[in-house]
């Protein structure tokens, strides 16, 4: 029997990312996947006023930090939540702030260094015995993806077939269907069936297809999300926010007439669970990175062709 852990929307977050080097050890697994929306989304300045005293002001209030311990718990926290910070003074911020280039290029700079730190602890601390799968999702750049493919310990997932085991074929699209966000990996869903039927035109058989599409099916109960008004703001009914299917009808489409075996999901980060369509068990474990927790699913590949795919929601 081969055994997954499947997980996603990392963001950055430095506890989370530290938590996936261990996991096979926790959870006895084969293979171990981290898929979709690795990359943080903030560059957060932390600004020397003098020596020994900083601040910084991530939420728009200042914060001041007078000994290093203080300023190591700051530090600590933008890691979780997956911020980049970095050190300044103040007349570097001012000119940071009125060129915008400079600070999408230090943002990338960033971006790549915790990649690479995150690939380095894979390659340090996972045995070669174990499968470990790091695929990009819709929020993340391009440029992560030659840092991927370079690790000889990672196993790249895109615009291949990956075997899992004897029996079990993987296929991976990190595409999602268009968002209010304009995020770099996404597009109309007519874009997004050519995307799928590609990737189900590498393979020869569905029965044992294992599905890696970071957007999660249309219409399910894990594809439910906040809905937003025309500005961009969440609207509330009776007291909670009102939820709305955001997941891809093209994927669902695929789902009902190919019917893999499993569809591993993530970018709804607020519906976790697991829905059938038809025979075809679709899962996402959601994510709460900003809390440094790893969400995941633990899941067991049927032996015999008819058995039943298990799958165990955890948090680490």
């Avoid at 943002?107 to 799968?133: A, H, S």
């Avoid at 296929?171 to 799928?196: A, F, G, Q, Y």
Wanted: with cysteine; proline share 6%.
């Amino acid at each position: 029997m081969t055994r997954i852990f499947f997980s996603c929307d990392a963001h950055g977050s430095v506890p989370v990312l530290r938590k996936m080097v261990k996991v096979h050890e926790a959870y006895n697994c084969e293979v171990v996947m981290m898929c979709g929306d690795l990359t943080g989304k903030a560059v957060v300045p932390i600004v020397e006023e003098k020596p020994g005293v900083w601040w910084s002001a991530p939420w728009g209030r200042k914060e001041k930090y007078k000994s290093e311990k203080d300023l190591q718990r700051a530090k600590d926290i933008y890691e979780k939540r997956g911020f980049y910070w970095f050190f300044t003074t103040e007349p570097e911020l001012e000119e940071l702030q009125s060129t915008p280039d400079k600070v999408q290029a230090l943002f990338q700079k960033l971006m790549l260094e915790r990649m690479e730190y995150w690939i380095n602890l894979i390659e340090e601390k996972v045995p070669n015995d174990i499968m470990v799968v790091v695929s990009p999702g819709n929020d993340d750049s391009e440029d992560i993806d030659e840092l991927i493919k370079g690790s000889s310990r990672i196993t790249q997932s895109i615009e291949r077939v990956v075997d899992l085991d004897d029996r079990h074929q993987m296929i991976s699209c990190e595409w999602v269907n268009s968002t209010p966000w304009d995020t770099p990996r996404e597009c109309p869903e007519d874009e997004l069936m050519e995307k799928l039927e590609k990737e189900y035109g590498r393979i020869d058989s569905y029965e044992n297809l294992v599905c890696n599409f970071h957007a999660p099916p249309y219409g399910t109960m894990i594809d439910l999300a906040p809905k937003l008004d025309d500005k961009q703001q969440v609207k509330i009914r009776y007291g909670s926010p009102e939820m709305v299917p955001v997941g891809s009808k093209s994927i669902r489409d695929t789902f009902e007439r190919y019917q893999p075996l499993l569809g591993l999901h993530g970018h709804i980060h607020e519906s976790v669970g697991m829905e059938r369509i038809g025979r075809t068990l679709c899962v996402n474990p959601g994510s709460a990175y900003t809390q440094g927790m790893l969400n995941a699913f633990v899941i067991d590949l049927p032996e015999k062709s008819g058995d039943e795919v298990v799958a165990v929601s955890v948090t680490a």
